[in-house]
């Protein structure tokens, strides 16, 4: 019996949360749209992308923004064509400047330190940043732009994974969950997370925690200036279930590369919120005790009630995002997803801890 009661309560706690996370990003969905056209520097960093960065390089040609911007892409060290794709595109985008790390003169590493190294030669107010494998649409600019008034010091977007399949699919749902629950923590005034392929931030408020030189090194560079964005200063953070600003990027081709970025993302997670500590290690608790309680005498009725009632509480969670969206259609691969989400939440912690250094884009970090 004490078993069903620590599973039914860890249920109730478990869609306590799910709610609290629901209305947390109609929160932060809050209309904006403001007439004021600042200038705004895209930058894009890459290293050893050339099997994917000549379609993120088209999507950035096509942007469409009345006011001035500039389109500045980095080349990373690499040592494929990704920086002869790159000078091929800026030959024909008159407002698009190639770059190529030099060095790291503030101990900076990997993305953090190009992107840094970037924004020290733009000009724009306003900084948006994407990756090598995702596109963007044509008003994506424009559509974030809008989401800034005075107060405004970052707006984040939704990323989905493109998806023509179980793997990929499982990956866009799981990828929507996991935004849903940033867009939420910032509805209810906590960052949690952010991903730096669908970003922006102003200058001034880049400025203000001293870049990324100020905040510090992590495995998850975008969601430190974020956070420090939103703790170190006055400045408010956005991150609207916006459709007109959404941007595709490309799937983890195999399970190999699915936990590195697992292991990269929860390492950097360490560091979030104590709120978002506590929220998360509900999901934590919620998804072991589904694993390891029938061994330990669980009713099978009781594993079936937590089971549909978890299932029942993510579907709902993700309805919003899901069919603002447009992309319902996801629904098809949930119970793969809900498979594959029991498993790793459950592993993530001890892969954090025991799991040796992160590895990314060739870099052990």
């Known amino acids: 019996m004490l078993l069903v009661w620590l599973m039914f309560v860890l249920l109730v706690l478990y869609l306590l949360k799910i709610t609290l996370f629901a209305t ?10 403001h007439a004021s056209r600042p200038s705004v520097s895209v930058i894009l960093a890459a290293r050893n992308e050339e099997a994917v960065i000549e379609q993120c390089l088209a999507s950035l040609s096509a942007l469409r923004y009345p006011g001035s911007m500039e389109i500045l892409v980095v080349d990373d060290q690499s040592t494929d064509a990704t920086q002869d794709i790159m000078l091929r595109c800026a030959e024909r985008t008159p407002h698009m400047r190639v770059l190529r790390t030099e060095g790291s ?45 005075e107060h405004t010091g ?34 209810w005034g906590y960052t949690l997370s952010a991903v730096g392929n669908n970003m922006s931030y102003r200058r001034a408020a880049y400025d203000d925690v001293g870049g990324y030189e100020g ?31 959404l941007v595709w990027s ?37 998804n ?22 978890k299932a029942l509480g993510d579907a709902t969670l993700l309805w919003y995002p899901l069919r603002r969206l447009g992309q319902t259609r996801l629904y098809r691969y949930f119970p793969l997803f809900e498979l594959y989400y029991l498993i790793y939440v459950t592993a993530l912690p001890f892969v954090v801890l025991l799991g040796g250094k992160v590895v990314w884009k060739d870099r052990k970090l």
């Open 24 to 33: 947390g990003a109609r929160r932060a969905t809050t209309p904006a749209a």
């Open 105 to 149: 003169p503030h101990g900076l590493k990997g993305k953090a330190n190009a992107i840094a190294q970037a924004i020290a030669r733009s000009n724009g107010e306003i900084i948006l940043t994407t990756d090598a494998d995702c596109v963007v649409p044509p008003d994506w600019v424009e559509r974030t732009v809008e989401q800034y008034d």
């Open 154 to 187: 970052s707006v984040c977007g939704f990323t989905l994974i493109k998806n023509n399949g179980a793997f990929s699919g499982m990956q866009a749902v799981d990828w929507a969950y996991l935004l849903t629950i940033a867009s939420a923590g910032v509805g």
């Open 215 to 245: 905040v510090g090194f992590s495995v998850t560079e975008d969601f430190f200036l974020l956070k420090a964005i939103a703790y170190r200063t006055s400045w408010k953070v956005r991150y609207p279930v916006e459709p007109a600003t």
């Open 250 to 286: 490309e799937p983890c081709a195999n399970f190999k590369e699915l936990y590195r970025q697992k292991k990269r993302w929860g390492r950097g997670g360490l560091d979030i919120h104590p709120v978002g500590f506590g929220i998360m290690s509900i999901g934590f608790l919620m």
């Open 288 to 309: 072991a005790a589904i694993l390891v309680l029938p061994f330990l005498g669980l009713p099978l009725w009781a594993l079936g009630l937590g089971l549909a009632g």
